[in-house]
């Protein structure tokens, strides 16, 4: 575990220094060196229209996790238990999740107008399709001899799924969570780029307008810290999860 | 379950009915949504008589198509290169797992001032959206060959090449096929996303436009058009891979 850490410190280094470097081969015209973004961040968080919008993209990006994250375990546990429903649905979920969404930026904004239920529709329907899928795999891919177990054992229903069907499952589970997280992010933000006007994202999308450079390399930076650091602390809730279980 | 494929058909016919019934009634009102058959409609006339049509169909289609190619194989190196280094893969991890949760497009006006409002930018743009889905795929593709194949290999005396060519590319492609697919999406996001933004053709800047003209049924007909081709390309995919996948594991 302590060189993992010292090997990330290495790897912020090596990134920033790279950094560093493409800087001084594409100029101030295409990006900004480290130092520089990250104090240009630093400015952006002082002006209280920054929180502003961050707190819109919080709510939105709330509301769109819970959606996406209890619609698809919710939907996913239901056809992952049942081998009819699988077998019928499960390749229209993941035609559905490879496709584009982004296309359809334009519908959100027609049906739901310029507001938060675009933004967490955008992101609610980027994230709900990975979660169900993932919850369908973990289903399906329990050991059938559990719940062979679980009937000899005479189990009820409700304690078939509590005590056999979650445990053995939730590894899975856990990992579509993270995907979920990630996608609902992306949806999140690029709901509030192309169908809002508030949010870090719509911040993001007048900086390109106008092509102010600090600014988007600032809140890029920002998307990808905030991403990795939460990735970073679900893979390890995951770890733990899959040692337990093992 | 007898016709799976069948079911599936009903129930996606029954979906477009269902739509196209409340487009009808007034339910759904027609400046929101054009009923799906006048959807059909739109993209057959546009395809006709439209002189923008194949130019922009092409243009973002031959975008798409490089972008996969440059994800998919510049991808796959790195993906070998990175599993020849445990120690960089570990940390790594984290950010391949967090690339996807932010919007690399962003960096398409940086891409247009080093490469101008052009192809160059909307390629580049792709390929760097979908060249980590290779990378990672590549990754577990390695990691999914099964040992005893290597032992196999050393037994009948290949050599490193013929063991690479014959033994490990064949065995990792199934999981290959997985990043292939992926990175087809994910380079059509980013073509997409960058011709929202701004390009000078494509089906996506069409999209901006006929959204911004109120042309709605015009929309709904290039909506149709990337949802079809995006289905199609990706259960072509996913029916190859499903049979990649039945050859090698059906022992």
Known sequence: ?246 | MKHPALWRLAIVAGAVLLIEFLCRIGIIDRVTMVPPSEMVVALVRMSVGAPWFWPDAWSTFRNIGVATFLSIVPGFLIGLIIHALPRLRAVLNPVFLSYYSVPTFVFYPLLIVIFGINSASLIVMGAMFGIVAMVSATLVAIDRIPRVYGKVARVIRLSPWQTALRIQLPAATPHLMTGIRLAVTYSVIGVIAGEFIIATAGLGRRLTLAYNDFDTATMYGLILLIFIGAAIVNIVLQRLEGRIHKRWYRA
């Open chain 1, 1 to 246: 575990m302590k060189q993992r850490w010292t090997d990330y410190a290495i790897l912020i280094i090596a990134a920033f220094a790279l950094w560093q470097a493409a800087w001084y081969l594409a100029g101030s015209e295409a990006l900004t060196p480290p130092i520089e973004t990250v104090r240009r961040l630093g400015v952006l968080m002082e002006g209280a229209r920054f929180w502003e919008h961050a707190r819109a993209s919080g709510v939105a990006f709330a509301f769109a996790s819970i959606l996406a994250l209890v619609g698809g375990l919710v939907l996913g546990i239901a056809i992952g238990a049942n081998p009819v429903a699988h077998e019928i649905l499960t390749p229209i979920l993941s035609t559905l999740y490879s496709i584009p969404k982004i296309m359809l930026y334009p519908v959100i904004l027609l049906v739901f107008g310029l507001g938060l239920s675009a933004r967490v529709a955008f992101g609610a329907m980027h994230g709900f399709f990975p979660v169900a899928l993932f919850a369908i795999g973990a289903i399906r891919n329990i050991a059938p001899v559990l719940l062979r177990t679980g009937r000899v054992m005479r189990l009820s229903r409700l304690d078939t799924v509590r005590s056999i069907l979650l445990p053995a499952a939730l590894p899975e589970i856990v990992t579509g969570l993270r995907v979920g997280f990630s996608a609902t992010f992306l949806g999140t933000l690029m709901g509030e780029m192309f169908a809002s006007s508030e949010g870090l994202g719509f911040m993001l999308i007048r900086a390109m307008d106008i092509h102010n450079v600090p600014d988007i390399m600032a809140l890029t930076l920002l998307a990808f810290v905030i991403a990795t650091t939460a990735n970073i602390f679900i893979l390890a809730v995951e770890e733990r999860i899959h040692s337990h279980g093992a």
